[in-house]
C-alpha cells in the first residue's frame, strides 16, 4: 500500500487509473485490526491500486469529503468517485471484500 505524502499527490494520483484510498490513523485500533488482512485485500483486488491516507495529516481533505470515522475507504476510477465505505464501525474483511466487488467503475 502506497502512502500519499501531500494533497497535490491524492489530486494528481485519483486523475488516472484505479485507485482505493483507505483513511486511517496510527492510533486508530480498528486501523490496526484489518492491517494483517489488507495484503490479501490487495492481491484479491489488484485491477486497484492501494493508498494509506493519513487522517491526522489530511485533516482538511477528510473534512471536505466527509469522513468522519476510520479505518474509512473511497474509490476512484478516472478522477471519478465510484464508491465510499465510510463509517465509524470496524470492518471485516468479508465486508471491504464486498464493497470492493460491488464497485462499478
Request: one cysteine or more; hydrophobic letters at 35%; aromatic letters at 12%.
Amino acid at each position: 500500500m502506497k502512502k500519499m505524502e501531500t494533497i497535490e499527490q491524492y489530486n494528481e494520483v485519483v486523475k488516472t487509473g484505479k485507485h482505493i484510498m483507505m483513511f486511517s490513523a496510527d492510533w486508530c485500533p480498528d486501523c490496526r485490526v484489518i492491517e494483517p488482512i489488507l495484503p490479501e485485500i490487495e492481491q484479491t483486488h489488484n485491477e486497484y491500486t492501494f493508498h494509506y491516507v493519513d487522517r491526522d495529516q489530511f485533516i482538511d481533505l477528510c473534512i471536505e469529503l466527509d469522513i468522519f470515522g476510520i479505518p474509512s475507504f473511497i474509490a476512484y476510477s478516472n478522477g471519478k468517485e465510484i464508491g465510499r465505505f465510510v463509517s465509524k464501525d470496524r470492518k471485516t474483511k468479508e465486508e471491504i471484500d464486498q464493497f470492493i466487488s460491488e464497485l462499478k467503475g
